[in-house]
């Protein structure tokens, strides 16, 4: 049989039992002892799932509190000075945490270290802080305990480890420019590859015989120097001894395949769902005796996999390559939900066009029993019904709609231009009436117990809809009334009806499906629930329009209409695999601009559409770069092109590197941007002064994933820091993201200080 493997594992569980025990032991409920008795027990469950599906090997250290890139940067002992470490002891739990978010239980709280996204995806992982003189160390026994936990259970294990040279690409330091030129991280390697020596060493003394070691950035555009240093990186880690499986995916490996040629690793993993061109140029440098483990399962969305496509590319190599040919899903599945049965409310015919984790570990082993001399009957008869369904999918009446698409045709036509900025903004000042340095926030504020109960009975049918609808309307009041105490200039209604961003809006457009447990990890324990684009989308009502006129009558002061915008809601979605992504961009943008424009006519005179997926869709070459933009760019104007120049439109923008795209978010044209500085210590608005970026920002003050109360001057001097680096007529203040996973008591208290940090800014 061909082997089988995969690359990672879901780990919140699929009732999200991670999340709600961590934050109970946050929130000091629980003890340590009840945390890692969950871990536990999800690792064991998660095992024994993957082993019963049929793989080979399991992974083993895919498992993380936060994020892996913490988890392993705590493993290394790389812990800034800020949280007071002790150099000899082992690294615990509430240090990593207080690394993640401020503070934990335990230990004195401290600013939390930056968050960005991995690479082009919406899971988050905390950057490494790298400096000159680190000295690394194994500073945690995660990784060896879980490896001898799953052999107790009696697993075979494959160990799952990020590369060095991928940590130190992701990592930051003042020393360093955090770029593509930026060589001195190499330096690092001196003090790094001793520890990634030892740590293959003790695997090895443990019976492992297999060890995935993970390095994306063979997908980047790298420098000279970073290809070459693998070849000084893995001639140094083989004299472990122990085999190694180098791992890539998200994106074709071009030039960089050169690195594989006479590697001195014993198996390479590339991403053929992303990147299937690549094959051949990959085979052309394979060691005669390398392993090839081909990603053919998509780890990224949810849709069955096209079985006899995939049969037709490996079964030749299955001939040529034998054992050596081995079957993986493209990436870890972390992106996709843990088990398609959890969902009982999806209907029959589109649950069968679905697979999430567990159903894509059926898919591997039912493609590696197809490639069995004599397949048995009943994977033939799978392999048929997969076919079946697949072909069910294609003909559907639901997927395709004249009159979508025929308005599709001819929107380009529809006005994307607006007034030159200088001009408009004159017209918003005299309309608004506001002061200097103006005080708004993202949009959300606390989701409270009660807010959640009154949504669920709703949607269950136990609360009626007057009185689901008199719930939110004393929600907004309150939320409004607040505002106006604490002195904001610009309200919002606070988004007490909406469970998410995007999964609110995917309920209310067509073309989508929500599920009821279709959890995927953002970061630590934050959770969504992507909703799924099958078919082409619509608007059959207005989706916030009531919500916001009935907030924006409660006050005389003026009340942001808050959307999330096409390319956040496209990339926080599964979408659909049967037309470009683009185009369902198009789609998604014409119904929000319906929404923009009755927002508008419903008085609504600011309206802010939040785009922080905006980088995340920026391919990982930079040749592909200008196609997305270009369309990118249009579906934000295509969105916002309807309103006249007394309409304020904002835009929202977080935790992803902005510096190397800034002309295209300035072609966006948004009057207001508001995006995250405060982890970074204002370090993006480099990109924004560099650039003389033309309309207003509203650099964030406070990080809003910390629990943390920000001091008033603190945030006086990062405004006053922005204020040296851009005009003072233009900046806003305001938090850094939304506020509804943090309390009311924080809240009040973050927001008080804030107007009071603004109010200073206007009188000095």
């Not at 990020?162 to 060589?183: E, N, R, S």
Request: negative net charge; glycine residues 6%.
């Amino acid at each position: 049989m061909t082997v089988t493997h995969n690359l990672g594992f879901p780990r919140i569980g699929v009732q999200r039992e991670l999340k709600r025990a961590l934050e109970s032991y946050w929130a000091g409920s629980v003890p340590a002892e009840a945390l890692e008795l969950t871990g536990q027990q999800l690792r064991e469950r998660h095992w024994d799932l993957q082993a019963r599906s049929g793989l080979t090997f399991v992974p083993v250290g895919d498992f993380a509190w936060y994020d892996h890139i913490l988890e392993w940067t705590t493993f290394l002992g790389a812990v800034p000075a800020r949280f007071a470490q002790a150099s000899n002891e082992f690294v615990g739990n509430d240090t990593l945490f207080r690394m993640a978010r401020g503070r934990a239980p335990q230990g004195t709280p401290a600013i939390a270290c930056e968050m960005t996204k991995w690479f082009d995806t919406n899971y988050h992982y905390i950057v490494p802080e790298l400096v000159p003189d680190q000295a690394y160390r194994i500073a945690r026994s995660y990784l060896f305990d879980h490896v001898l936990e799953a052999q107790a259970l009696g697993h075979k294990v494959k160990p799952v480890i990020p590369g060095p040279l991928t940590w130190l690409w992701l990592g930051k330091g003042d020393a360093f420019t955090h770029g593509v030129d930026d060589l001195a991280k190499l330096d690092l390697l001196d003090n790094l590859l001793p520890v990634y020596t030892q740590v293959l060493q003790r695997l090895k003394t443990l019976g492992v015989q297999w060890v995935q070691i993970d390095e994306p950035i063979l997908g980047l555009d790298l420098p000279e120097a970073w290809q070459a240093a693998f070849k000084r990186v893995y001639d140094t880690l083989a004299e472990s001894g122990v085999s190694v499986l180098l791992a890539t995916y998200f994106e074709h490996l071009k030039e960089n395949v050169q690195v594989l040629e006479g590697l001195p690793v014993q198996g390479v993993h590339i991403d053929l769902v992303r990147a299937p061109d690549q094959l051949h140029d990959v085979l052309a440098v394979l060691g005669e005796n390398q392993v090839l483990s081909l990603g053919v399962i998509d780890g990224r969305n949810v849709w069955r996999t096209d079985l006899d496509k995939v049969h037709a590319v490996v079964a030749p190599l299955a001939s040529s390559l034998g054992e050596r040919l081995w079957l993986a899903p493209s990436c870890s599945l972390l992106h996709v939900p843990v088990d398609l049965d959890a969902e009982k409310e999806l209907d029959a015919e589109l649950r069968g066009w679905l697979a999430f984790a567990a159903q894509k570990l059926d898919e591997l082993e039912w493609l590696a029993q197809s490639l069995a001399d004599n397949p048995n009957p009943s994977t033939l008869a799978v392999l048929q019904r997969q076919r079946a369904l697949l072909e069910e999918k294609s003909k559907s009446g639901r997927i395709h709609h004249p009159a979508i698409q025929a308005r599709l045709a001819t929107s380009a036509k529809l006005p994307r231009e607006r007034t030159p900025f200088l001009q408009r903004i004159l017209v918003q000042q005299k309309n608004l009436n506001l002061p200097a340095y103006p005080t708004t926030t993202i949009g959300s504020f606390p989701q409270t117990t009660e807010i959640r109960v009154s949504r669920r009975d709703w949607k269950n049918g136990s609360l009626s809809d007057a009185a689901y609808e008199k719930a939110m309307r004393a929600e907004i009041e309150h939320v409004i009334r607040f505002q106006e105490r604490v002195g904001l200039d610009v309200l919002v209604h606070g988004e007490a009806e909406r469970n998410d961003m995007v999964e609110y809006f995917g309920e209310l457009l067509g073309g989508f499906a929500f599920t009821q447990n279709g959890w995927v990890q953002s970061y630590g324990s934050r959770c969504v629930k992507p909703p799924i684009i099958f078919g082409d989308v619509a608007r059959p009502v207005a989706m916030t329009v009531a919500w916001s006129a009935y907030a924006q009558s409660l006050t005389d002061k003026p009340v942001k209409g808050m959307l999330t915008g096409p390319v956040t809601i496209l990339q926080w979605s599964f979408v659909r695999d049967d037309q470009p992504r683009e185009v369902t961009c198009r789609q998604l943008a014409l119904a929000l601009r319906d929404e923009v424009v009755d927002l508008e006519a419903a008085g609504i005179a600011v309206i802010q559409i939040d785009e922080p997926a905006f980088r995340e869709g920026l391919p990982l070459r930079r040749a592909d770069w200008a196609r997305y933009l270009e369309w990118a760019v249009d579906c934000f104007r295509l969105s916002t092109g309807g309103v006249r120049d007394d309409t304020q439109i904002h835009t929202h923008m977080c935790y992803s590197e902005f510096n190397d795209i800034i002309q295209a978010i300035a072609a966006m044209d948004a009057d207001v941007i508001t995006i995250e500085t405060s982890r970074s210590n204002m370090e993006l608005l480099g990109a924004f002064e560099n650039f003389h970026y033309p309309n207003d920002i509203g650099p964030g003050v406070y990080d809003i994933h910390s629990p943390n109360v920000p001091e008033v001057e603190s945030m006086v001097g990062l405004m006053r820091k922005a204020a040296t680096r851009l005009a003072p007529e233009r900046l806003w203040v305001n938090p850094d993201c939304g506020l509804k996973t943090r309390g009311w008591q924080e809240t009040e208290a973050a927001l008080v200080r804030m107007v009071s940090a603004a109010q200073a800014l206007r009188y000095t």
